[in-house]
Protein backbone atom coordinates (compact mmCIF):
# COMPACT_ATOMS: atom_id res chain seq x y z
CA UNK A 1 0.00 0.00 0.00
CA UNK A 2 1.07 3.62 -0.49
CA UNK A 3 1.65 5.55 2.73
CA UNK A 4 0.72 8.92 3.02
CA UNK A 5 1.70 10.64 6.14
CA UNK A 6 -0.33 13.48 7.47
CA UNK A 7 0.63 15.86 9.98
CA UNK A 8 -3.17 16.68 11.79
CA UNK A 9 -2.61 19.74 13.83
CA UNK A 10 -6.03 19.86 15.75
CA UNK A 11 -6.22 23.28 17.37
CA UNK A 12 -9.11 23.29 20.03
CA UNK A 13 -13.40 23.03 20.21
CA UNK A 14 -14.62 24.55 22.63
CA UNK A 15 -18.09 23.24 23.93
CA UNK A 16 -19.23 26.65 24.85
CA UNK A 17 -22.80 28.20 26.64
CA UNK A 18 -24.06 30.30 23.86
CA UNK A 19 -21.06 29.90 21.41
CA UNK A 20 -22.46 28.87 18.01
CA UNK A 21 -18.47 27.65 16.41
CA UNK A 22 -17.82 25.00 16.52
CA UNK A 23 -15.33 23.51 13.44
CA UNK A 24 -12.32 23.37 13.46
CA UNK A 25 -10.51 24.05 9.92
CA UNK A 26 -7.13 22.47 8.57
CA UNK A 27 -6.02 23.33 5.67
CA UNK A 28 -3.26 21.50 3.55
CA UNK A 29 -0.76 22.68 1.14
CA UNK A 30 -0.68 21.10 -2.50
CA UNK A 31 1.73 17.80 -2.74
CA UNK A 32 1.93 14.95 -4.78
CA UNK A 33 0.56 11.74 -2.67
CA UNK A 34 2.73 8.88 -3.65
CA UNK A 35 4.68 8.42 -0.42
CA UNK A 36 4.95 12.51 0.35
CA UNK A 37 4.79 14.00 3.71
CA UNK A 38 1.60 16.04 3.84
CA UNK A 39 1.85 19.26 6.69
CA UNK A 40 -1.73 19.88 7.81
CA UNK A 41 -1.66 23.05 9.48
CA UNK A 42 -4.90 23.47 11.54
CA UNK A 43 -6.79 27.45 11.47
CA UNK A 44 -9.03 28.04 13.65
CA UNK A 45 -12.81 29.52 13.08
CA UNK A 46 -12.43 32.22 16.92
CA UNK A 47 -10.31 32.93 18.62
CA UNK A 48 -12.40 31.35 21.72
CA UNK A 49 -12.83 27.86 19.86
CA UNK A 50 -10.79 25.17 21.75
CA UNK A 51 -10.60 21.36 20.48
CA UNK A 52 -9.46 19.32 23.45
CA UNK A 53 -9.91 15.19 23.74
CA UNK A 54 -10.03 15.29 27.78
CA UNK A 55 -12.08 17.06 29.57
CA UNK A 56 -10.81 20.04 31.16
CA UNK A 57 -13.85 22.17 32.80
CA UNK A 58 -13.33 25.92 32.10
CA UNK A 59 -15.78 27.88 34.26
CA UNK A 60 -19.60 27.65 31.93
CA UNK A 61 -17.45 25.69 29.28
CA UNK A 62 -15.49 22.37 28.91
CA UNK A 63 -12.19 21.77 27.12
CA UNK A 64 -11.32 18.85 24.87
CA UNK A 65 -7.81 18.20 25.23
CA UNK A 66 -5.99 15.80 23.16
CA UNK A 67 -4.15 12.73 24.76
CA UNK A 68 -1.77 10.28 23.96
CA UNK A 69 -3.06 7.04 22.34
CA UNK A 70 -6.35 8.73 21.43
CA UNK A 71 -7.68 6.86 18.07
CA UNK A 72 -9.24 8.19 15.00
CA UNK A 73 -11.41 5.69 12.96
CA UNK A 74 -11.25 6.73 9.15
CA UNK A 75 -12.94 5.69 6.32
CA UNK A 76 -11.94 6.12 2.28
CA UNK A 77 -14.76 6.10 0.13
CA UNK A 78 -14.30 6.20 -3.88
CA UNK A 79 -17.36 5.68 -4.87
CA UNK A 80 -16.85 1.70 -5.31
CA UNK A 81 -14.60 0.73 -2.24
CA UNK A 82 -15.79 1.43 1.22
CA UNK A 83 -11.84 0.97 3.29
CA UNK A 84 -11.97 1.37 6.92
CA UNK A 85 -8.96 2.60 8.88
CA UNK A 86 -7.66 3.14 12.55
CA UNK A 87 -5.01 5.95 13.41
CA UNK A 88 -3.64 6.75 16.70
CA UNK A 89 -3.27 10.36 17.83
CA UNK A 90 0.66 11.00 18.62
CA UNK A 91 2.81 14.23 18.83
CA UNK A 92 0.66 16.48 20.82
CA UNK A 93 2.29 20.02 21.54
CA UNK A 94 1.28 23.00 22.71
CA UNK A 95 -0.33 21.83 25.62
CA UNK A 96 -2.86 19.08 23.72
CA UNK A 97 -3.92 21.69 21.50
CA UNK A 98 -2.01 20.60 18.34
CA UNK A 99 -1.74 16.66 16.98
CA UNK A 100 -0.36 14.63 14.51
CA UNK A 101 -1.27 11.16 12.99
CA UNK A 102 -0.24 8.96 9.65
CA UNK A 103 -2.67 8.02 7.22
CA UNK A 104 -2.28 5.17 5.07
CA UNK A 105 -3.95 4.99 1.88
CA UNK A 106 -5.43 2.20 0.78
CA UNK A 107 -4.07 0.25 -2.13
CA UNK A 108 -7.44 -0.23 -3.47
CA UNK A 109 -8.26 3.73 -3.46
CA UNK A 110 -4.79 4.86 -5.33
CA UNK A 111 -5.13 1.84 -7.95
CA UNK A 112 -9.42 2.23 -8.16
CA UNK A 113 -10.70 3.84 -11.56
CA UNK A 114 -11.70 7.13 -9.26
CA UNK A 115 -9.34 10.25 -9.69
CA UNK A 116 -10.93 11.30 -6.39
CA UNK A 117 -11.65 9.72 -3.10
CA UNK A 118 -13.87 11.09 0.01
CA UNK A 119 -12.54 10.94 3.53
CA UNK A 120 -14.18 10.52 6.99
CA UNK A 121 -13.06 10.07 10.24
CA UNK A 122 -14.49 10.22 13.65
CA UNK A 123 -12.71 10.83 17.26
CA UNK A 124 -15.14 8.79 20.39
CA UNK A 125 -16.06 5.83 18.13
CA UNK A 126 -15.32 2.09 19.88
CA UNK A 127 -14.99 0.44 17.12
CA UNK A 128 -16.29 -0.07 13.49
CA UNK A 129 -19.36 -2.29 12.86
CA UNK A 130 -18.56 -6.27 11.35
CA UNK A 131 -21.15 -6.57 9.23
CA UNK A 132 -20.93 -6.74 5.54
CA UNK A 133 -22.31 -3.37 3.85
CA UNK A 134 -21.41 -1.58 6.98
CA UNK A 135 -18.44 -0.36 6.49
CA UNK A 136 -18.93 3.08 7.53
CA UNK A 137 -20.74 2.56 10.27
CA UNK A 138 -18.87 3.08 13.45
CA UNK A 139 -20.36 1.35 16.68
CA UNK A 140 -20.74 3.91 20.16
CA UNK A 141 -19.84 2.98 23.72
CA UNK A 142 -22.29 1.32 25.56
CA UNK A 143 -21.00 3.06 28.96
CA UNK A 144 -24.14 5.56 30.25
CA UNK A 145 -23.83 8.89 28.12
CA UNK A 146 -23.72 10.60 31.59
CA UNK A 147 -22.63 11.03 35.06
CA UNK A 148 -19.63 12.51 37.28
CA UNK A 149 -17.61 14.40 35.50
CA UNK A 150 -14.66 11.98 36.36
CA UNK A 151 -16.48 9.22 34.58
CA UNK A 152 -17.84 10.76 31.85
CA UNK A 153 -14.17 11.96 31.26
CA UNK A 154 -12.66 8.34 31.02
CA UNK A 155 -15.02 7.47 28.62
CA UNK A 156 -14.92 7.64 24.58
CA UNK A 157 -18.70 9.43 24.82
CA UNK A 158 -17.76 12.74 23.32
CA UNK A 159 -17.72 12.31 19.63
CA UNK A 160 -16.17 14.58 16.80
CA UNK A 161 -15.83 13.98 13.29
CA UNK A 162 -14.78 15.57 9.65
CA UNK A 163 -15.16 15.11 6.08
CA UNK A 164 -13.41 15.77 3.20
CA UNK A 165 -14.86 15.03 -0.45
CA UNK A 166 -13.91 14.68 -3.67
CA UNK A 167 -9.61 14.07 -3.05
CA UNK A 168 -7.81 14.23 -5.93
CA UNK A 169 -5.44 11.17 -6.06
CA UNK A 170 -2.33 12.89 -7.89
CA UNK A 171 -2.44 16.40 -6.34
CA UNK A 172 -4.24 16.59 -2.93
CA UNK A 173 -5.22 19.59 -1.13
CA UNK A 174 -7.02 19.00 1.58
CA UNK A 175 -9.00 20.72 3.77
CA UNK A 176 -10.82 18.92 7.10
CA UNK A 177 -13.11 19.96 9.60
CA UNK A 178 -13.66 18.54 12.60
CA UNK A 179 -17.00 19.11 14.18
CA UNK A 180 -19.37 18.45 17.22
CA UNK A 181 -22.02 15.94 16.73
CA UNK A 182 -23.51 16.11 20.23
CA UNK A 183 -23.29 19.19 23.26
CA UNK A 184 -22.53 18.65 27.09
CA UNK A 185 -25.72 18.92 29.51
CA UNK A 186 -24.45 19.87 33.13
CA UNK A 187 -26.53 19.38 36.18
CA UNK A 188 -25.22 21.02 39.07
CA UNK A 189 -27.34 20.85 42.52
CA UNK A 190 -26.57 22.38 45.40
CA UNK A 191 -28.19 21.81 49.13
CA UNK A 192 -29.23 25.32 50.57
CA UNK A 193 -30.28 23.86 53.26
CA UNK A 194 -29.09 22.48 56.78
CA UNK A 195 -30.63 18.93 55.72
CA UNK A 196 -28.41 16.13 54.39
CA UNK A 197 -30.47 14.55 51.08
CA UNK A 198 -29.31 10.83 51.51
CA UNK A 199 -29.67 7.85 49.53
CA UNK A 200 -29.88 9.45 46.10
CA UNK A 201 -30.70 6.65 43.69
CA UNK A 202 -30.53 9.15 40.43
CA UNK A 203 -30.97 12.33 38.34
CA UNK A 204 -32.94 12.89 35.58
CA UNK A 205 -34.08 15.85 33.36
CA UNK A 206 -37.39 14.67 32.39
CA UNK A 207 -40.98 16.12 30.14
CA UNK A 208 -43.94 15.04 29.19
CA UNK A 209 -43.10 14.84 25.76
CA UNK A 210 -39.56 13.38 23.95
CA UNK A 211 -36.50 14.84 24.40
CA UNK A 212 -35.29 15.17 20.84
CA UNK A 213 -31.72 13.62 21.79
CA UNK A 214 -30.51 10.66 20.78
CA UNK A 215 -29.62 7.98 23.49
CA UNK A 216 -28.59 4.46 23.46
CA UNK A 217 -31.82 2.38 22.99
CA UNK A 218 -29.80 -0.83 24.60
CA UNK A 219 -26.92 -0.50 27.20
CA UNK A 220 -25.76 -3.89 25.99
CA UNK A 221 -25.43 -2.87 22.41
CA UNK A 222 -23.81 0.00 21.59
CA UNK A 223 -25.77 2.73 19.09
CA UNK A 224 -24.26 2.64 15.40
CA UNK A 225 -23.78 6.13 13.32
CA UNK A 226 -22.64 6.51 9.55
CA UNK A 227 -19.56 8.59 9.18
CA UNK A 228 -20.95 9.34 5.32
CA UNK A 229 -24.04 10.58 6.44
CA UNK A 230 -22.87 11.77 9.65
CA UNK A 231 -26.73 10.21 10.79
CA UNK A 232 -27.37 7.86 13.37
CA UNK A 233 -28.55 4.77 11.84
CA UNK A 234 -29.52 1.99 14.80
CA UNK A 235 -29.25 1.70 18.09
CA UNK A 236 -30.69 5.30 19.94
CA UNK A 237 -34.03 6.68 20.73
CA UNK A 238 -35.85 9.82 21.69
CA UNK A 239 -36.95 9.66 25.01
CA UNK A 240 -39.32 11.45 28.03
CA UNK A 241 -36.29 11.18 30.39
CA UNK A 242 -32.72 12.16 30.17
CA UNK A 243 -30.86 10.27 32.94
CA UNK A 244 -27.74 11.51 34.94
CA UNK A 245 -26.88 8.10 37.37
CA UNK A 246 -25.53 9.07 40.43
CA UNK A 247 -26.40 6.91 43.76
CA UNK A 248 -25.05 8.89 47.12
CA UNK A 249 -25.90 11.48 49.40
CA UNK A 250 -25.87 15.53 48.69
CA UNK A 251 -25.14 16.80 52.43
CA UNK A 252 -25.75 20.35 52.99
CA UNK A 253 -23.74 22.89 51.65
CA UNK A 254 -22.64 20.42 49.31
CA UNK A 255 -23.23 20.38 45.32
CA UNK A 256 -23.75 17.59 42.88
CA UNK A 257 -22.34 18.16 39.61
CA UNK A 258 -23.57 15.79 36.83
CA UNK A 259 -22.73 15.84 33.12
CA UNK A 260 -23.62 14.38 30.10
CA UNK A 261 -22.94 13.85 26.63
CA UNK A 262 -26.61 13.94 23.77
CA UNK A 263 -26.49 14.22 20.27
CA UNK A 264 -29.93 16.86 19.88
CA UNK A 265 -31.65 16.42 16.93
CA UNK A 266 -31.21 18.79 14.12
CA UNK A 267 -34.43 18.23 12.25
CA UNK A 268 -36.38 20.90 11.75
CA UNK A 269 -40.04 20.78 14.06
CA UNK A 270 -37.75 18.27 16.61
CA UNK A 271 -37.90 21.50 19.75
CA UNK A 272 -37.03 20.38 23.00
CA UNK A 273 -40.21 20.46 25.16
CA UNK A 274 -40.47 22.24 28.54
CA UNK A 275 -38.02 20.13 31.15
CA UNK A 276 -38.30 19.55 34.76
CA UNK A 277 -35.70 17.74 36.90
CA UNK A 278 -36.45 14.99 39.01
CA UNK A 279 -33.90 13.31 41.94
CA UNK A 280 -35.07 9.82 43.37
CA UNK A 281 -33.73 8.78 46.84
CA UNK A 282 -34.74 5.81 49.42
CA UNK A 283 -36.98 3.84 47.99
CA UNK A 284 -39.46 4.99 45.58
CA UNK A 285 -39.20 8.45 47.01
CA UNK A 286 -38.68 11.54 45.11
CA UNK A 287 -37.68 15.35 44.89
CA UNK A 288 -39.46 17.34 41.05
CA UNK A 289 -39.32 20.29 40.27
CA UNK A 290 -42.98 22.32 39.74
CA UNK A 291 -41.55 25.16 37.62
CA UNK A 292 -39.65 24.21 34.40
CA UNK A 293 -37.41 25.20 32.03
CA UNK A 294 -39.51 26.48 29.27
CA UNK A 295 -39.63 24.95 25.66
CA UNK A 296 -36.87 26.24 23.08
CA UNK A 297 -38.15 28.06 20.54
CA UNK A 298 -36.06 26.02 17.99
CA UNK A 299 -33.29 23.29 17.50
CA UNK A 300 -31.12 22.81 20.46
CA UNK A 301 -27.59 22.97 19.04
CA UNK A 302 -24.95 20.90 18.63
CA UNK A 303 -21.11 21.74 19.88
CA UNK A 304 -22.33 23.92 22.97
CA UNK A 305 -22.82 23.03 27.03
CA UNK A 306 -25.92 23.65 28.33
CA UNK A 307 -26.37 24.23 32.18
CA UNK A 308 -28.75 23.57 34.53
CA UNK A 309 -28.53 25.13 37.51
CA UNK A 310 -30.77 23.87 40.46
CA UNK A 311 -31.08 23.92 44.87
CA UNK A 312 -31.98 21.87 47.26
CA UNK A 313 -33.44 22.98 50.64
CA UNK A 314 -36.21 20.76 52.61
CA UNK A 315 -36.86 23.45 54.29
CA UNK A 316 -38.57 25.22 51.33
CA UNK A 317 -41.64 24.55 49.17
CA UNK A 318 -40.56 23.31 47.08
CA UNK A 319 -37.63 21.86 48.12
CA UNK A 320 -36.31 20.90 44.90
CA UNK A 321 -35.71 24.27 41.59
CA UNK A 322 -33.93 25.37 39.15
CA UNK A 323 -31.99 28.18 40.62
CA UNK A 324 -31.19 31.90 38.12
CA UNK A 325 -27.67 31.82 39.88
CA UNK A 326 -25.22 30.63 36.74
CA UNK A 327 -22.06 29.25 38.43
CA UNK A 328 -19.27 27.73 37.16
CA UNK A 329 -15.46 26.51 37.97
CA UNK A 330 -12.65 27.34 37.62
CA UNK A 331 -8.86 25.83 38.16
CA UNK A 332 -6.18 28.46 38.80
CA UNK A 333 -3.15 26.44 36.79
CA UNK A 334 -0.73 27.95 39.05
CA UNK A 335 -1.38 26.17 42.26
CA UNK A 336 -4.36 23.79 40.52
CA UNK A 337 -6.53 25.77 43.35
CA UNK A 338 -10.48 25.11 42.03
CA UNK A 339 -12.97 27.76 43.05
CA UNK A 340 -16.41 28.35 41.93
CA UNK A 341 -17.53 31.40 39.82
CA UNK A 342 -20.90 33.37 39.23
CA UNK A 343 -22.28 35.55 36.59
CA UNK A 344 -24.01 38.37 38.37
CA UNK A 345 -25.44 40.61 35.66
CA UNK A 346 -22.64 40.66 32.95
CA UNK A 347 -19.87 40.26 35.35
CA UNK A 348 -18.39 37.10 36.28
CA UNK A 349 -16.71 36.72 39.57
CA UNK A 350 -15.17 34.11 41.60
CA UNK A 351 -17.59 33.05 44.12
CA UNK A 352 -15.20 32.57 46.65
CA UNK A 353 -11.73 34.58 47.86
CA UNK A 354 -8.30 34.09 46.61
CA UNK A 355 -6.13 31.48 47.79
CA UNK A 356 -2.74 32.02 45.91
CA UNK A 357 0.13 31.94 47.42
CA UNK A 358 2.63 29.28 46.34
CA UNK A 359 4.59 27.00 49.56
CA UNK A 360 1.14 27.01 52.02
CA UNK A 361 0.71 24.73 53.38
CA UNK A 362 4.44 23.45 52.72
CA UNK A 363 6.33 26.39 53.37
CA UNK A 364 4.03 28.33 55.87
CA UNK A 365 7.43 30.25 56.38
CA UNK A 366 7.25 31.76 53.58
CA UNK A 367 4.15 33.95 55.00
CA UNK A 368 4.87 37.23 56.19
CA UNK A 369 4.39 37.69 59.76
CA UNK A 370 1.94 39.92 61.08
CA UNK A 371 4.08 42.96 62.06
CA UNK A 372 6.08 42.83 59.06
CA UNK A 373 4.24 45.33 56.77
CA UNK A 374 4.90 47.48 53.62
CA UNK A 375 3.29 50.14 51.46
CA UNK A 376 5.40 49.21 48.73
CA UNK A 377 6.45 45.63 48.78
CA UNK A 378 4.29 42.73 48.35
CA UNK A 379 3.01 40.92 51.66
CA UNK A 380 1.16 37.95 52.27
CA UNK A 381 -0.87 37.12 55.48
CA UNK A 382 -2.92 34.22 56.41
CA UNK A 383 -5.47 34.83 59.10
CA UNK A 384 -4.13 33.93 62.69
CA UNK A 385 -0.82 32.50 61.68
CA UNK A 386 1.98 33.64 63.20
CA UNK A 387 4.79 30.70 62.33
CA UNK A 388 4.20 29.19 65.71
CA UNK A 389 3.17 25.46 65.27
CA UNK A 390 -0.21 25.36 67.75
CA UNK A 391 -0.99 28.32 64.81
CA UNK A 392 -0.92 26.25 62.10
CA UNK A 393 -3.69 24.34 62.24
CA UNK A 394 -6.30 27.34 62.42
CA UNK A 395 -4.27 29.03 59.88
CA UNK A 396 -4.82 26.49 57.27
CA UNK A 397 -8.33 26.15 58.29
CA UNK A 398 -8.54 29.94 57.85
CA UNK A 399 -6.86 29.65 54.68
CA UNK A 400 -9.32 27.25 53.05
CA UNK A 401 -12.16 29.15 54.38
CA UNK A 402 -11.44 32.72 53.83
CA UNK A 403 -7.94 32.44 51.53
CA UNK A 404 -4.79 34.83 51.62
CA UNK A 405 -4.77 38.48 53.01
CA UNK A 406 -2.61 40.71 50.40
CA UNK A 407 -1.36 44.06 50.62
CA UNK A 408 -2.13 46.51 48.14
CA UNK A 409 1.08 45.91 46.31
CA UNK A 410 0.70 42.26 46.87
CA UNK A 411 -2.53 42.34 45.16
CA UNK A 412 -1.51 44.46 42.25
CA UNK A 413 1.55 42.48 41.57
CA UNK A 414 3.41 45.80 40.32
CA UNK A 415 0.60 47.26 37.97
CA UNK A 416 -0.37 51.03 38.43
CA UNK A 417 -3.50 52.52 39.98
CA UNK A 418 -6.46 51.81 37.62
CA UNK A 419 -9.92 53.15 38.50
CA UNK A 420 -11.76 51.79 34.64
CA UNK A 421 -14.22 49.13 34.22
CA UNK A 422 -13.06 46.74 33.64
CA UNK A 423 -9.61 47.60 35.40
CA UNK A 424 -6.90 46.04 33.13
CA UNK A 425 -4.87 44.80 36.05
CA UNK A 426 -4.43 41.35 36.42
CA UNK A 427 -2.61 41.53 39.79
CA UNK A 428 -2.67 38.20 41.52
CA UNK A 429 -5.52 36.77 39.64
CA UNK A 430 -4.78 33.88 37.25
CA UNK A 431 -4.67 34.50 33.81
CA UNK A 432 -7.74 35.69 32.10
CA UNK A 433 -9.06 37.07 34.98
CA UNK A 434 -8.51 40.71 36.93
CA UNK A 435 -8.20 42.69 40.28
CA UNK A 436 -11.31 45.30 39.86
CA UNK A 437 -11.71 48.67 40.45
CA UNK A 438 -13.88 50.65 42.71
CA UNK A 439 -16.18 51.25 39.75
CA UNK A 440 -16.05 47.63 39.15
CA UNK A 441 -17.68 46.72 42.30
CA UNK A 442 -19.93 49.67 41.90
CA UNK A 443 -21.57 47.70 39.04
CA UNK A 444 -21.93 44.67 41.46
CA UNK A 445 -23.59 46.38 44.23
CA UNK A 446 -25.64 48.86 41.58
CA UNK A 447 -26.81 45.57 39.92
CA UNK A 448 -27.57 43.88 42.87
CA UNK A 449 -29.66 46.65 44.50
CA UNK A 450 -30.63 47.64 47.34
CA UNK A 451 -29.15 46.26 51.10
CA UNK A 452 -26.24 44.66 48.31
CA UNK A 453 -25.00 43.31 51.10
CA UNK A 454 -27.58 41.11 52.71
CA UNK A 455 -27.62 39.38 48.90
CA UNK A 456 -24.17 38.73 48.66
CA UNK A 457 -22.82 37.27 52.31
CA UNK A 458 -23.00 33.74 52.99
CA UNK A 459 -26.07 32.97 54.86
CA UNK A 460 -25.59 30.98 58.21
CA UNK A 461 -23.09 31.67 60.97
CA UNK A 462 -20.65 29.83 59.73
CA UNK A 463 -18.67 32.31 58.22
CA UNK A 464 -20.05 35.46 59.68
CA UNK A 465 -21.21 36.04 63.61
CA UNK A 466 -24.63 36.40 62.89
CA UNK A 467 -26.58 36.25 59.69
CA UNK A 468 -30.19 38.38 60.13
CA UNK A 469 -32.04 39.12 56.69
CA UNK A 470 -28.77 37.22 54.22
CA UNK A 471 -29.87 35.92 51.31
CA UNK A 472 -27.11 35.04 49.33
CA UNK A 473 -29.17 35.55 46.25
CA UNK A 474 -26.79 36.07 43.84
CA UNK A 475 -24.66 33.12 44.91
CA UNK A 476 -21.50 35.63 45.71
CA UNK A 477 -20.82 34.04 48.90
CA UNK A 478 -18.80 36.69 50.89
CA UNK A 479 -17.29 36.08 53.73
CA UNK A 480 -15.92 37.41 56.67
CA UNK A 481 -12.32 37.19 56.65
CA UNK A 482 -11.13 39.78 58.86
CA UNK A 483 -8.24 41.95 57.70
CA UNK A 484 -4.44 42.64 58.91
CA UNK A 485 -4.23 46.12 60.23
CA UNK A 486 -1.10 48.27 60.10
CA UNK A 487 0.60 49.50 62.56
CA UNK A 488 -0.37 53.35 61.65
CA UNK A 489 -3.90 52.73 62.64
CA UNK A 490 -3.59 50.19 65.58
CA UNK A 491 -1.02 47.76 67.07
CA UNK A 492 -0.63 45.70 64.15
CA UNK A 493 -2.33 42.57 64.16
CA UNK A 494 -5.65 40.39 62.63
CA UNK A 495 -8.54 41.86 63.20
CA UNK A 496 -12.69 41.39 63.02
CA UNK A 497 -12.83 37.38 61.65
CA UNK A 498 -16.48 36.74 60.68
CA UNK A 499 -17.59 40.20 61.68
CA UNK A 500 -15.87 42.20 58.76
CA UNK A 501 -15.27 41.24 54.95
CA UNK A 502 -12.51 43.17 52.68
CA UNK A 503 -11.69 43.29 49.79
CA UNK A 504 -9.01 44.78 47.23
CA UNK A 505 -9.40 47.43 45.04
CA UNK A 506 -7.05 48.39 42.24
CA UNK A 507 -7.91 51.81 42.77
CA UNK A 508 -5.66 53.53 44.83
CA UNK A 509 -6.90 57.24 46.92
CA UNK A 510 -3.36 58.79 47.62
CA UNK A 511 0.41 57.48 46.76
CA UNK A 512 0.19 55.82 50.03
CA UNK A 513 -3.75 54.76 50.37
CA UNK A 514 -6.15 52.67 48.48
CA UNK A 515 -9.61 51.75 48.35
CA UNK A 516 -11.51 48.58 49.38
CA UNK A 517 -14.81 47.25 49.37
CA UNK A 518 -15.92 45.91 52.57
CA UNK A 519 -19.31 44.60 54.15
CA UNK A 520 -20.16 44.06 58.00
CA UNK A 521 -21.83 41.05 60.11
CA UNK A 522 -24.89 43.37 61.23
CA UNK A 523 -24.90 45.80 58.29
CA UNK A 524 -27.01 45.15 55.15
CA UNK A 525 -25.44 47.35 53.19
CA UNK A 526 -21.44 47.46 53.15
CA UNK A 527 -19.43 50.17 51.40
CA UNK A 528 -16.11 51.15 50.49
CA UNK A 529 -13.22 52.32 52.82
CA UNK A 530 -9.58 54.17 51.64
CA UNK A 531 -6.64 52.89 54.21
CA UNK A 532 -2.91 52.19 53.89
CA UNK A 533 -1.83 50.54 51.00
CA UNK A 534 0.12 48.23 54.11
CA UNK A 535 -3.27 46.95 54.60
CA UNK A 536 -4.30 43.56 54.51
CA UNK A 537 -7.71 42.30 52.66
CA UNK A 538 -9.18 39.55 50.56
CA UNK A 539 -9.07 39.63 46.69
CA UNK A 540 -11.95 38.14 44.01
CA UNK A 541 -11.04 38.30 41.05
CA UNK A 542 -13.43 39.12 37.82
CA UNK A 543 -13.27 37.22 34.93
CA UNK A 544 -11.75 39.30 31.69
Known amino acids: MKKVIINLFAGLILLVAGCTENIVTVEQPTKEIAGKTISVNAVMPGENTKTRMAFVPNELDVNLRWEENDQILLVFDDGINKIQQTVTIGAITNNGRTAAFEVIVPEEIINGESETFNLYGMYGGVTFSAIDGEESYVVLSTDPWSGLFLQLQG ?18 DISVSFQHVGSLFKIY ?7 DLEGITGVELFSETPIFAHQNADPEVGAKYDLISGTFVNGTTFSNVLPFPYSGDLLDGDVIQLWGWYPPSQVAGYIWPAINLRVRYGTGQEYVTTVPKPARTTTTDIGKAYHFF ?10 LAFSDIVYGVLMDERDDQIYSTVRIGSQTWM ?7 PGFPDEPERLNLVTDGSVTEPRYYIYGYDRTPESLAAASENFVNYGV ?10 ATSSSSNPSGVQGVCPDGWHLPSEAEWVQLTTFVGANAASKLKETGTDFWNESIGVTNEYGFSARGGGS ?10 FYNLR ?3 HWMTSTQATETDMIAAWMQANSSTGGYQTASKEYGGSVRCVKD
Open 310 to 319: ARFNSELDPA
Open 405 to 414: LYNWPAAMAG
Open 484 to 493: RQPISSVPAG
Open 351 to 357: AENLRYF
Open 499 to 501: ING
Open 155 to 172: RENVLIRFSEMNIDKNSP
Open 189 to 195: LENTGTT
